[in-house]
């Protein structure tokens, strides 16, 4: 009765709306720690409601503990961002997404909102309304043994077949925490797209945008933040690993959708054509940046082109880059770079992809 009585009450605090009892709000601040994969957050009071990042005040944190400062001058220092509104506390609370400086202003190394942020604010870019869809693939474990959910403990289900977009208790495992994270975030604002089950038992994934420019970045971030939050809750793990398992099992990509505005334009097919070509002489820069552990998922099978090839194609999922058959009927649009992992950092793929398509000279 007493452990009842103990979590009727944590729920009721849980839920409890601060702003039917005062002016207050909680801040949630959100960086990207020491690994450029980990995600860290912590939380303080405001005076009231908050819509623009600059009301914000800038915070600090211990950087000793996250792998980005030495012990004998730990404290880096957090600039916000952008603002969503938290689905967890709710009311006028927020979630604040942040980068990251030394005292003397500096970004970073792990700070990689701060050079796409220049790229984005070239004029060139700016005028190309530089427009992503990023396809987010993860795979969902059981805490105790780090296994897919599902998955019989040490053994394997069927092969791959039923699982795509697939229902039923014996296809589809975790759609509560993904269900969740969808309409979690759509109350966040965060311009989620949609989801779906993936190849693999296990594996889901959601789509973020259309959005513009460094929005991609931040979005898909506070998209990781609160499925985190959400598997956090539901005592499971999530993994961004591009192969989570070896073996006749797909792995894990974060398929970056591309498209400017003279490519979405009348005759913008031959843009398109160009742009590729520019990525393709940029290949092994560009992979050498789209995460760690692509090699192995890029090995030609599962969906992927080879790491070491570069190639395109419409309606070729095999491919490097896949031009939709929409797309060519229609003579412009847009398209799909397939070669960045799931563990991607959004902020390097996305303005690495307008650097090469936009600024750069051959």
């Given at each position: 009765m ?11 605090l ?7 009892s ?5 801040a949630?601040y ?13 939380a ?8 623009d990042?600059?009301?914000l ?6 950087g000793?503990s996250?792998g980005?400062a030495p012990g004998?001058d ?7 961002q952008a603002?969503?509104?938290?689905p ?7 979630l ?5 400086y030394t005292?003397q ?8 909102r701060?050079?796409?942020a220049k ?6 870019v700016?005028?190309e309304v530089p ?6 693939e993860?795979t ?6 780090k296994?897919p ?5 040490g053994?394997f289900?069927g092969?791959q ?5 697939g229902?039923g ?5 975790g759609?509560d925490i993904v ?6 975030c759509l ?5 989620i ?7 693999m038992?296990g594996q ?5 945008g ?7 970045g931040d979005?898909l ?8 939050r959400?598997?956090?809750?539901a005592g ?12 006749d099992w797909?792995g894990?990509?974060?398929?970056t959708?591309?498209?400017t ?9 031959e843009v398109i054509k160009k ?5 393709g002489l ?6 050498s940046?789209?995460?760690e552990?692509n090699e192995r998922?890029l090995?030609?099978?599962?969906e992927?082109?080879?790491?070491n090839?570069?190639l395109?194609g419409?309606?070729?999922r095999?491919?490097?880059i ?9 003579g412009k649009g847009?398209?799909?770079?397939r ?6 950092d ?7 992809i307008a650097?090469?398509t ?5």
């Amino acid at each position: 009765m007493m452990k009842r009585s103990l979590m009727a009450s944590l729920t009721d605090l849980i839920n409890l709306n601060l702003s039917d009892s005062t002016e207050k709000i909680i801040a949630e601040y959100i960086w990207i720690g020491g690994s450029g994969l980990d995600i860290r957050s912590k939380a303080r009071t405001l005076p009231g409601p908050v819509s623009d990042p600059s009301q914000l005040p800038k915070w600090n944190y211990d950087g000793s503990s996250t792998g980005q400062a030495p012990g004998e001058d730990s404290e880096v220092i957090i600039y916000p961002q952008a603002i969503f509104k938290d689905p967890f506390r709710r009311g006028n609370n927020i979630l604040v997404m942040c980068d990251a400086y030394t005292p003397q202003g500096e970004p970073i190394p792990t700070n990689k909102r701060y050079n796409a942020a220049k790229v984005f604010s070239h004029p060139d870019v700016v005028a190309e309304v530089p427009w992503y869809g990023i396809e987010q693939e993860y795979t969902l474990l059981q805490k105790e043994v780090k296994w897919p959910l599902g998955w019989p403990i040490g053994g394997f289900p069927g092969p791959q077949g039923p699982y795509y977009c697939g229902v039923g208790a014996d296809k589809a495992w975790g759609r509560d925490i993904v269900d969740s994270h969808y309409k979690a975030c759509l109350y966040a604002g965060v311009n989620i797209s949609g989801i779906n089950g993936e190849v693999m038992p296990g594996q889901w994934e959601f789509q973020v945008g259309p959005s513009v420019g460094i929005s991609a970045g931040d979005e898909l971030w506070i998209a990781r933040y609160i499925l985190e939050r959400i598997t956090e809750i539901a005592g499971a793990v999530v993994t961004f690993d591009p192969k989570p398992i070896q073996g006749d099992w797909n792995g894990a990509g974060a398929h970056t959708n591309y498209s400017t505005k003279l490519m979405r334009a009348d005759g913008g097919y031959e843009v398109i054509k160009k742009a590729i070509e520019k990525l393709g002489l940029r290949h092994k820069e560009h992979i050498s940046a789209y995460g760690e552990g692509n090699e192995r998922r890029l090995t030609g099978r599962h969906e992927t082109a080879d790491i070491n090839t570069f190639l395109w194609g419409v309606a070729n999922r095999g491919a490097s880059i896949r031009v939709g058959r929409d797309t060519e009927k229609a003579g412009k649009g847009y398209f799909e770079d397939r070669r960045p992992a799931s563990n991607m950092d959004p902020y390097v793929v996305t303005s690495m992809i307008a650097e090469t398509t936009i600024l750069w000279k051959p």
